[in-house]
């Protein structure tokens, strides 16, 4: 219930306006780039007007230059910064932010910066070196019998005897039964859930409806 | 020479059409609480245990957006009450919504469209579609205020089933909707490309200092270099590095 | 109506019952070991309220036990700009681990954090444009050939292979045809 008062709240308290920035900060330019547009304070949802665009693609962003990949994560960051600073003052105030999928806009934007410049790096190490851009991996066997990729660490020096993992083609007796009982369960428990799927997909709404068995009446 | 890829032809635009087309997917989940609270990870190779706030087999789309307050609110209460059995270590069966999402490609309603009522005690009465919702495969209609019931069984016979479908048009480059009865062309309404941010992209209101408009966002400013982006950063803002770097070992 | 207990019950039809339900004590008494159907009495496990995996409780996560690797007791979450010397017991600052962020100059920058909906249509002019042209030619690799970089949709990804071409092709072909790889196959001196 608790959960809910937020928004409770905020339907109830739409139509108020609240004083959320002071004339100081109004005038200075500066200051301002820390703050929304003064016109979206307090709404539950911004006006059409003021509502921001989409996220950047790929496809637009391999049309940048480095340089310009540079400084656009700095404005996504500023934007970022901005609307964190705006949740913060809507939540100590009891409201909701108004339309927080702006924040995974700019993270989308972000996270496809940072691919494209993966994919320049990659493409100009590849060539150069013929090593990829992207972090290292091993591939080794844990104690319990599994093989999985791991990220490498650096070190300064070589490895001392038994330091490093490896991947392991044959599993001690410990692995090895561990190993074969897992595959066991895991075996067990697809078998289950398929039975599940089976029972769920036969049930009817009749069986439902009477799940509870029908009220049982005497009248002898 | 740089060569591009990824050609899809014939086109089905209509796939794409939703109103809820620019949404971040990751808020749409966050939204739906079908996220994990908690990723049990770094198992020594064994996948990871994922604790969610409502597991997916769990969530039951509505035809209300899942952004909307009331919506939303539904979803916190049936996490709380997720989470509350988890504690207590109750049993809570999950409730398995039956998947009633047409294809996209099947799909032939939009906003905008006139549609009448072929069967039932409602027959000829007509309206226009308000909204869709594809995950439940519901329409609402204006001024009707109908539930489709039993009546459905023996459509067939009544000509209600395969009313619309796609077809290529005669240039064999786009699919076009037709009626199946007398084989016109049903174009799309305009208000079926209204998503939640615009009424039409061409008339989109841009938002001043935030939108890059379109012909900064398609300037071409990348000359490829044999060069990686800290390298040119570095060249660009006037950093020298004279420092090099020992070997080191990875494992 | 409550019956006091110890009374014996005797049926509406006469017919006594020396069934042991009958004969109840008159406090109640609690087997030990007796769950599920015979329970007697409200059960309360202690055990549910211990704190464990569901219960979020971060005293018990490994971060903070005494039997961690050293290098978590005393992990912030934040990378170190120097380490512990063990010899003089004092903490040496290293500049090369220290965080430098290079941040650009943004006067003047005109690319916002988010994209007009209107670049769609642009963007859809241009893929129609360019498929056309794909169907004209025949194939990707002519039509790239007759059209201009900024004219293509989707932009084409950066590999290697693209590098090289732009980079060293040139220079590559023409030392091979000049015959500094050896000679040229299929050429008579």
Same mark, same amino acid.
């Given at each position: 219930m608790w959960r809910n008062l937020p928004t409770l709240l905020s339907s109830a308290v739409r139509t108020q306006k609240f004083p959320l920035a002071t004339a100081r900060l109004s005038t200075d330019a500066n200051m301002q780039q820390f703050f929304d547009d003064e016109a979206n304070?307090?709404?539950?949802?911004?006006? %059409? /007007?003021?509502? %921001?665009?989409?996220?950047? +693609?790929?496809?637009?962003?391999?049309?940048?230059?480095?340089?310009?990949? #540079?400084?656009?994560?700095?404005?996504?960051?500023?934007?970022?910064?901005?609307?964190? +600073?705006?949740?913060?003052? #809507?939540?100590?105030?009891?409201?909701?932010?108004?339309? %927080?999928?702006?924040? =995974?806009?700019?993270?989308?934007?972000?996270? &496809?910066?940072?691919?494209?410049? #993966?994919?320049?790096?990659?493409?100009?190490?590849?060539?150069?070196?013929?090593?990829?851009?992207?972090?290292?991996?091993? +591939?080794?066997?844990?104690?319990?019998?599994?093989?999985?990729?791991? %990220?490498? /660490?650096? #070190?300064?020096?070589p490895p001392e005897n038994g330091q490093k993992?490896?991947?392991?083609?044959?599993?001690?007796? =410990?692995?090895?039964?561990?190993?074969?009982?897992?595959?066991?369960?895991?075996?067990?428990? &697809?078998?289950?859930?398929?039975? =599940?799927?089976?029972?769920?997909?036969? &049930?009817t709404d009749d069986m439902e409806r009477f799940k509870r068995g029908a009220p049982r009446v005497f009248n002898r | 020479m740089l060569s591009s890829r990824v050609l899809r032809l014939p086109r089905k635009p209509f796939v794409d059409l939703d109103y809820a087309k620019h949404m971040p997917a990751a808020y749409v989940e966050k939204v739906k609480r079908t996220v994990p609270r908690k990723t049990f990870g770094d198992r020594f190779g064994a996948p990871d245990i994922k604790m969610y706030y409502v597991h997916p087999d769990d969530y039951v789309p509505s035809h209300r957006r899942p952004w909307e307050d009331k919506q939303l609110s539904e979803h916190l209460h049936r996490?709380?009450?997720?989470?509350?059995?988890?504690?207590?270590?109750?049993?809570?069966?999950?409730?398995? !919504? @039956?998947?009633?999402?047409?294809?996209?490609?099947?799909?032939?309603?939009? !906003?905008?469209?006139?549609?009448?009522?072929?069967?039932? @005690?409602?027959?000829?009465?007509?309206?226009?579609?308000?909204?869709?919702?594809?995950?439940?495969?519901?329409?609402?209609?204006?001024?009707?205020?109908?539930?489709?019931?039993?009546?459905?069984?023996?459509?067939?016979?009544?000509?209600?089933?395969?009313?619309?479908?796609?077809?290529?048009?005669?240039?064999?480059?786009?699919?076009?909707?037709?009626?199946?009865?007398?084989?016109?062309?049903?174009p799309i309404p305009s208000q079926a490309k209204v998503t939640y941010e615009y009424l039409q992209p061409e008339n989109y209101i841009e938002v001043e200092g935030k939108d890059t408009p379109a012909d900064l966002v398609l300037t071409r400013t990348y000359i490829p270099k044999v060069a990686s982006f800290e390298q040119e950063i570095m060249e660009e803002i006037g950093i020298k590095e004279t420092r090099t770097p020992k070997p080191t070992y990875w494992y | 109506m409550l019956k006091p207990f110890g009374a014996v019950q005797s049926s509406f039809r006469g017919v006594r019952s020396l069934n042991a339900t009958n004969f109840? *004590?008159?406090?109640?008494?609690?087997?030990?070991? *007796?769950?599920?159907?015979?329970?007697?009495?409200?059960?309360?496990?202690?055990?549910?309220?211990?704190?464990?995996?569901?219960?979020?409780?971060?005293?018990?996560?490994?971060?903070?036990?005494?039997?961690?690797?050293?290098?978590?007791?005393?992990?912030?979450?934040v990378q170190e700009e120097g380490y512990h010397d063990e010899l003089s017991g004092e903490f040496v600052a290293v500049k090369e681990m220290r965080n430098e962020i290079v941040v650009p100059n943004l006067d003047g920058f005109k690319l916002g954090p988010y994209v007009s909906y209107r670049t769609d249509v642009q963007i859809e002019k241009r893929r129609i444009a360019y498929e056309k042209k794909v169907q004209e030619k025949g194939s990707e690799r002519l039509a790239d050939l007759h059209t201009v970089e900024d004219e293509r949709w989707p932009p084409p990804r950066m590999s290697a292979n693209t590098l090289f071409e732009l980079a060293y092709g040139d220079i590559v072909r023409s030392e091979y045809k000049e015959g500094k790889y050896g000679k040229v196959a299929g050429k008579q001196e």
């Open positions: 304070f307090g709404k539950a949802e911004l006006r %059409p /007007k003021y509502r %921001p665009g989409r996220a950047w +693609t790929a496809d637009e962003l391999r049309l940048k230059s480095n340089s310009d990949l #540079h400084k656009l994560w700095y404005v996504c960051l500023k934007e970022r910064n901005m609307l964190i +600073t705006m949740r913060k003052a #809507h939540v100590s105030r009891a409201r909701n932010m108004p339309n %927080p999928e702006r924040f =995974d806009r700019v993270q989308e934007s972000m996270d &496809r910066i940072e691919e494209v410049v #993966h994919e320049r790096n990659d493409a100009v190490l590849r060539l150069e070196t013929g090593e990829s851009a992207a972090p290292r991996e091993r +591939t080794i066997t844990s104690f319990a019998g599994f093989t999985y990729q791991k %990220p490498a /660490k650096e #070190h300064y020096l993992e490896y991947e392991v083609p044959y599993l001690d007796d =410990d692995a090895y039964m561990m190993q074969k009982l897992w595959t066991e369960k895991e075996y067990m428990k &697809r078998r289950d859930q398929e039975d =599940d799927v089976k029972r769920r997909a036969a &049930r | 996490a709380d009450k997720y989470f509350s059995a988890q504690l207590s270590n109750k049993f809570m069966r999950f409730r398995y !919504p @039956k998947n009633e999402r047409i294809a996209d490609t099947e799909w032939t309603f939009f !906003p905008g469209d006139l549609v009448q009522v072929m069967v039932g @005690k409602d027959k000829g009465r007509q309206g226009l579609i308000l909204t869709i919702s594809r995950d439940t495969s519901e329409v609402i209609v204006d001024g009707l205020h109908t539930k489709l019931g039993e009546d459905m069984e023996g459509s067939d016979k009544l000509g209600v089933d395969k009313t619309l479908r796609w077809q290529l048009n005669g240039a064999g480059d786009e699919y076009i909707r037709v009626s199946t009865k007398s084989g016109y062309e049903i | 109840r *004590a008159p406090w109640p008494f609690v087997k030990k070991g *007796a769950f599920g159907q015979r329970k007697i009495g409200p059960m309360n496990y202690e055990k549910f309220k211990w704190p464990g995996q569901n219960r979020e409780f971060p005293e018990l996560s490994p971060k903070f036990q005494k039997l961690n690797p050293k290098e978590l007791h005393r992990y912030t979450g």
